[in-house]
């Protein structure tokens, strides 16, 4: 079954840097559009970053030239790296894969696969 393992998160000062990764297992990243969600304390979830399978991306307003997500076909990976965070940035970041039709990009319930989550905080 499909299984997508985040990682990279921790704690970082305010104008820090992180790379989040995730791991797809049973999935080929480089098929299918994928992304990055985002959910701070008493927040709903929200779309961040999305790549789709020709490279397009697309980003929330708020992460624009800050955030940056890629693949690397041969690990097999999604990454965000993030640079300038800030305090706002901080919430767990999940990886999202198998988008479905009818949805924006970056609708929650355009994906029907989810990682557990990594923590960042930003100070």
């Known amino acids: 079954h499909v299984q997508l393992v985040e990682s990279g998160g921790g704690s970082v000062q305010a104008g820090g840097s992180l790379k989040l990764t995730c791991v797809a297992s049973e999935y080929h990243v480089d098929d299918y559009c994928m992304a990055w969600f985002r959910q701070a304390p008493e927040k709903a979830r929200e779309g961040i970053a999305t790549i789709d399978a020709g490279g397009t991306t697309t980003y929330t307003e708020s992460v624009k030239g800050r955030f940056s997500i890629s693949k690397d076909k041969s690990k097999n990976t999604l990454h965000l790296s993030m640079n300038s965070l800030k305090a706002e940035d901080t919430g767990i970041y999940y990886c999202?894969?198998?988008?479905?039709?009818?949805?924006?990009?970056?609708?929650?319930?355009?994906?029907?696969?989810w990682g557990q989550g990594t923590q960042v905080t930003v100070s």
């Open positions: 999202a894969a198998n988008r479905r039709s009818g949805y924006d990009k970056l609708d929650v319930r355009a994906y029907a696969f």
